[in-house]
T-cell receptor, first 116, second 114 residues
């Protein structure tokens, strides 16, 4: 079975400060990990993914994420937050060894609020 | 750019009605998915499809069915709508083959069952 946890329902950060949105996962094999962002009344937009290789993954809009196998974490980061980054963020995981269909398991989401 | 289009942004139906939610993608993706999104629960998979006429149950299929007669279209059917099916419904698609492909989402249908 695969699962993902986002321990924070909401993260507040001041504009210009670094931000971190946390994600931990559980899979029986190797993980494929994804971050998505959802703006109000919109669907999810893909931000970045980790498949293999470099533990630091860079994605859209200046976001990056760090894969840590020993801590089974994949935290989303940005060096300098913008008010326009305020949105709902979802982490998702897929076990690389399970069968086809690209079935993802999503976390419950973290609301990011960036204030002036 | 991949475009996933859901036919309605907002829909209001009555208890007991049969409800159809339509989703069309324009990138020739093999995989298509239906999720529901509820506050505090994230996204939960209802059904998915690998190919035309193929379907697989997700985590919460009860009360739902799906139809995929053409590759680009994936329909979600609420056989007899109930108030606990009031939710945001999201459709997604992805390429088959490599499982590291991201899913592409539509803008959702906010369904209210009265």
């Amino acid at each position: 079975a695969q699962s993902v946890a986002q321990p924070e329902d909401q993260v507040n950060v001041a504009e210009g400060n670094p931000l971190t949105v946390k994600c931990t996962y559980s899979v029986s094999g190797n993980p494929y990990l994804f971050w998505y962002v959802q703006y109000p009344n919109r669907g999810l937009q893909f931000l970045l993914k980790y498949i293999t290789g470099d533990n630091l993954v860079k994605g859209s809009y200046g976001f990056e994420a760090e894969f840590n196998k020993s801590q089974t974490s994949f935290h989303l980061k940005k060096p300098s937050a913008l008010v326009s980054d305020s949105a709902l963020y979802f982490c998702a995981v897929r076990d690389a060894v399970t069968g086809g269909g690209n079935k993802l398991t999503f976390g419950t989401g973290t609301q990011l609020k960036v204030e002036l | 750019d991949v475009k996933v289009t859901q036919s309605s942004r907002y829909l209001v139906k009555r208890t007991g009605e049969k409800v159809f939610l339509e989703c069309v993608q324009d990138m020739d993706h093999e995989n298509m998915f239906w999720y529901r999104q509820d506050p505090g629960l994230g996204l939960r998979l209802i059904y998915f499809s690998y190919d035309v006429k193929m379907k697989e149950k997700g985590d919460i299929p009860e009360g739902y069915s799906v139809s995929r007669e053409k590759k680009e279209r994936f329909s979600l059917i609420l056989e007899s709508a109930s108030t606990n099916q009031t939710s945001m419904y999201l459709c997604a698609s992805s390429l088959a083959g490599s499982s590291n492909q991201p899913q592409h989402f539509g803008d959702g249908t906010r369904l209210s069952i009265l």
